[in-house]
């Protein structure tokens, strides 16, 4: 039996490795002379059997097939080698003239496709140079495939401790919030908050300050995740300061809204983080019943309703964290003796009905009432109850008070 593989001594250099399975030892030896002369490494097999194993041995560049020989026929060699990993570029050659050949073995994954007798050795150089250049694009192809894998499976770890950490950062940050519902005498506090992402930039607050007062204010920090969360932070911290400064004497700007946010404007443009953030604070009179309140660009405003009617409270304050000359004032009305209070985010316009942001804040007013004394009232009426991931952070805080 001859060689199942002849195969070029070592060369000087690395020379592109070529397979030729033809049972034709005539045109084996022909292209074997041919191919090795002008510099490739060359194997040799008989059949398709012999061309397998060959294949699997000498890893060539290039596979030169015979399509008809005996026994297991190239077409169905074709089909296995194709199939192989290493997307070894395949050039089928046939002495059959017909055109069925040549379509299913492109079809199968031939590289390209020659009729015997080759009188033209530089064409079949030439072929054998593109399908050197398609093994080489195909083999790019596949690295560039298994980086792409590669760079997803990174992706997704990393996806999945961000969406960890920002659990973890949800999980603190709500208990940042006040307790809902909190009653103060007569008066009664709730909140919600509707998360666009783990991470809210809506915030919500309200506290006791000494024997008369509760403070409260919503803010809505640009942006989202957790830069926006940072900022709740640093508002909750700064209230929480003012708060003390009070108790003990030393401060009463937190009864003052103008003095806070300026406090605040100053604050988050010293932090220089590129956030800022609408708010409306105010502090509310247990005893006079009175509210004093400034909106610092927040919308919508606040809507009071009473037995009668709801309406928009007034407020026209800048922003705080862009302006550094910012002046902030203070509006103060005396509340119904029964009244219900409602300050909402921005986000809560994302969700309610109509054309423009004129007729969303009037579908909005026209939903309120006096009578949605609870916090799920409120969100039935606005349509939230099955919000589980908002477009826009929402938040909501009610305050009602029941002569």
Same mark, same amino acid.
């Given at each position: 039996? %001859?060689?199942?593989?002849?195969?070029?001594? $070592?060369?000087? &250099?690395?020379?592109?490795?070529?397979?030729?399975?033809?049972?034709?030892?005539?045109?084996?030896?022909?292209?074997?002379?041919?191919?090795?002369?002008?510099?490739?490494?060359?194997? @040799?097999? &008989?059949?398709?059997?012999?061309?397998?194993?060959?294949?699997?041995?000498?890893?060539?560049?290039?596979?030169?097939?015979?399509? &008809?020989? %005996?026994? @297991?026929?190239?077409?169905?060699?074709?089909?296995?080698?194709?199939?192989?990993?290493?997307? @070894?570029?395949?050039?089928?050659?046939?002495?059959?003239?017909?055109?069925?050949?040549?379509?299913?073995?492109?079809?199968?994954?031939? *590289?390209?496709?020659?009729?015997?007798?080759?009188?033209?050795?530089?064409?079949?150089?030439?072929?054998?140079?593109? *399908?050197?250049?398609?093994?080489?694009?195909?083999?790019?192809?596949?690295?560039?495939?298994?980086?792409?894998?590669?760079?997803?499976?990174?992706?997704?770890?990393?996806?999945?401790?961000?969406?960890?950490?920002?659990?973890? =950062? &949800?999980?603190?940050?709500?208990?940042?919030?006040?307790?809902? %519902?909190?009653?103060? =005498?007569?008066?009664?506090?709730?909140?919600?908050?509707?998360?666009?992402?783990?991470?809210?930039?809506?915030?919500?607050?309200?506290?006791?300050?000494?024997?008369?007062?509760?403070?409260?204010?919503?803010?809505?920090?640009?942006?989202?995740?957790? $830069?926006?969360?940072?900022?709740?932070?640093?508002?909750?911290?700064?209230?929480?300061?003012?708060? $003390?400064?009070?108790?003990?004497?030393?401060?009463?700007?937190?009864? *003052?809204?103008?003095?806070?946010?300026?406090?605040?404007?100053?604050?988050?443009?010293?932090?220089?983080?590129?956030?800022?953030?609408?708010?409306?604070?105010?502090?509310?009179?247990?005893?006079?019943?009175?509210?004093?309140?400034?909106?610092?660009?927040?919308? %919508?405003?606040?809507?009071?309703?009473?037995?009668?009617?709801?309406?928009?409270?007034?407020?026209?304050?800048?922003?705080?964290?862009?302006?550094?000359?910012?002046?902030? =004032?203070?509006?103060?009305?005396?509340?119904?003796?029964?009244?219900?209070?409602?300050?909402?985010?921005?986000?809560?316009?994302?969700?309610?009905?109509?054309?423009?942001?004129?007729?969303?804040?009037?579908?909005? !007013?026209?939903?309120? $009432?006096?009578?949605? @004394?609870?916090?799920?009232?409120?969100?039935?009426? !606005?349509?939230?109850?099955?919000?589980?991931?908002?477009?826009?952070?929402?938040?909501?805080?009610?305050?009602?008070?029941?002569?």
């Amino acid at each position: 039996m %001859p060689p199942a593989l002849q195969q070029t001594p $070592s060369l000087d &250099r690395p020379a592109h490795r070529l397979l030729v399975i033809d049972d034709d030892p005539f045109v084996r030896d022909s292209l074997l002379a041919y191919l090795q002369d002008v510099g490739f490494a060359v194997g @040799t097999a &008989r059949d398709a059997s012999e061309g397998f194993t060959a294949f699997d041995q000498f890893k060539p560049d290039v596979v030169l097939l015979d399509l &008809r020989m %005996p026994g @297991t026929g190239g077409m169905d060699l074709l089909k296995t080698l194709s199939a192989h990993p290493s997307n @070894t570029p395949i050039i089928v050659i046939s002495g059959a003239s017909d055109m069925n050949d040549v379509v299913q073995a492109l079809r199968y994954g031939a *590289s390209d496709f020659l009729f015997k007798p080759i009188r033209d050795m530089a064409m079949l150089e030439h072929a054998i140079q593109r *399908s050197l250049e398609q093994g080489r694009l195909r083999r790019e192809n596949q690295r560039y495939r298994q980086q792409l894998e590669e760079t997803n499976r990174e992706l997704k770890q990393s996806l999945s401790l961000l969406e960890q950490d920002q659990q973890a =950062g &949800r999980h603190v940050q709500m208990r940042m919030f006040p307790t809902t %519902p909190a009653r103060f =005498g007569a008066y009664q506090f709730s909140h919600r908050i509707f998360p666009s992402l783990y991470l809210s930039g809506d915030f919500i607050d309200y506290f006791t300050v000494g024997d008369r007062h509760v403070v409260f204010f919503i803010a809505d920090v640009s942006g989202h995740g957790a $830069s926006s969360a940072f900022v709740t932070v640093l508002l909750k911290n700064l209230f929480a300061r003012k708060r $003390s400064d009070y108790a003990h004497g030393r401060d009463d700007s937190i009864l *003052s809204p103008p003095a806070m946010l300026a406090q605040v404007n100053s604050e988050l443009l010293d932090t220089q983080v590129g956030k800022y953030a609408t708010l409306c604070v105010a502090a509310l009179d247990l005893v006079a019943n009175t509210l004093t309140y400034s909106v610092a660009g927040h919308l %919508p405003v606040p809507i009071l309703c009473d037995l009668d009617s709801c309406r928009w409270l007034r407020g026209d304050n800048p922003p705080v964290g862009l302006f550094e000359d910012a002046q902030y =004032g203070a509006e103060t009305i005396e509340l119904p003796e029964r009244f219900l209070l409602t300050l909402l985010s921005d986000g809560v316009l994302e969700v309610v009905e109509g054309d423009g942001l004129l007729a969303k804040e009037k579908n909005l !007013l026209a939903a309120m $009432s006096a009578d949605l @004394t609870s916090m799920d009232l409120l969100v039935n009426t !606005l349509g939230l109850e099955g919000v589980t991931e908002a477009p826009d952070d929402i938040a909501l805080l009610l305050i009602t008070k029941e002569s």
